[in-house]
């Protein structure tokens, strides 16, 4: 599944980043400006939920169209305000990666932590999180 195209991504124009395919981007307009006249909180959350999921395809591709994922909770810390465009890039370590598989081979379901950072067109990291997601054998 391309996460560009789920509709709520899709409305919000969330599109891949030219320089890498794992990197998510979101530019500023006025529809995504809160009401300081920065990016919106909402906003930047959508992106990084997206780059997330777009982390378990890439580190996952065996799983594609056998399992069902799941947001299960986030850990989010807005830390500067973006005046820009912006992009997120999540990354899973290879110790994730391995306690993940090991734990949904043995139950078919498992948990994963993935974080993600959003940083503006000037280098500036604007949002940290962490999503968890629940990923169920179908």
């Not at 891949?16 to 794992?22: A, I, L, P, Q, V």
């Not at 830390?79 to 081979?105: H, M, N, V």
Request: some cysteine; proline content about 4%; aromatic content about 10%.
């Amino acid at each position: 599944m391309d996460v560009t195209q789920i509709p709520f991504n899709k409305f919000i124009e969330i599109t891949y980043s030219g320089t890498d395919e794992h990197v998510l981007e979101l530019g500023f307009k006025d529809t995504m400006k809160n009401h300081l006249g920065t990016f919106h909180a909402s906003a930047q959350f959508a992106l990084a939920e997206a780059c997330s999921g777009l982390s378990l395809q890439k580190n996952f591709p065996h799983l594609a169209n056998s399992v069902v994922p799941v947001l299960r909770k986030s850990d989010t810390k807005f830390k500067k305000p973006a005046l820009s465009g912006i992009q997120a890039k999540a990354r899973i370590t290879t110790e994730t990666k391995k306690s993940f598989e090991e734990q949904f081979e043995k139950k078919g379901r498992a948990t994963i932590a993935v974080p993600v950072e959003i940083i503006d067109q000037n280098g500036i990291v604007t949002m940290t999180g962490t999503y968890e997601w629940f990923v169920q054998r179908l």
